[in-house]
């Protein structure tokens, strides 16, 4: 568990926490830290874990507290994970079970990257850098691409 949480961490709802834990650690890589069971449900009602050293936390949905996207319909936020090798990292979350929403593509912005679902309704950004772009020039490239189109 870490000692001092960073200044900023999510925490998702998801309605089978200890199945998601299993997908996330399969597909992202990450780490639990630790898990609180409800002694009157069996349910996960908090869990800690890291993907690429970043803290999250998630439990199953309690509708008084938390919803989870199926419930709600859809999501509100994507989550960014950068990693070394996207191709392989996009490849693995789609093994594991994740969708692809958008295939892995290098972008104007000068990331290479993909969204995927997870089997939860949640959607995860896969994000690899190569090239070091400009707000400026971004903003031209955009201009440009929206003109196409």
């Not at 399969?26 to 890291?50: K, W």
């Not at 936390?57 to 994507?78: C, H, I, R, W």
Request: net charge negative; charged share 25%; with cysteine.
């Amino acid at each position: 568990m870490p000692l001092e949480y960073p200044p900023l961490a999510f925490a998702i709802a998801v309605s089978n926490a200890a199945k998601a834990i299993e997908f996330y650690k399969t597909a992202f890589g990450a780490v639990e830290l630790y898990r609180l069971n409800d002694p009157e449900s069996g349910r996960i009602g908090h869990a800690e874990l890291t993907i690429n050293g970043s803290l999250f936390m998630l439990s199953d949905e309690y509708p008084q507290f938390n919803k989870s996207p199926e419930t709600l319909g859809g999501v509100s936020a994507k989550f960014y994970v950068k990693c070394d090798d996207v191709d392989a990292a996009y490849q693995r979350a789609l093994d594991a079970g994740a969708q692809a929403v958008t295939p892995l593509t290098n972008q104007f912005y000068g990331h290479r990257d993909g969204r995927v679902r997870d089997p939860f309704g949640h959607e995860w950004l896969l994000s690899k850098q190569f090239e070091e772009v400009s707000p400026e020039e971004m903003q031209r490239r955009w201009d440009s691409s929206v003109k196409k189109a």
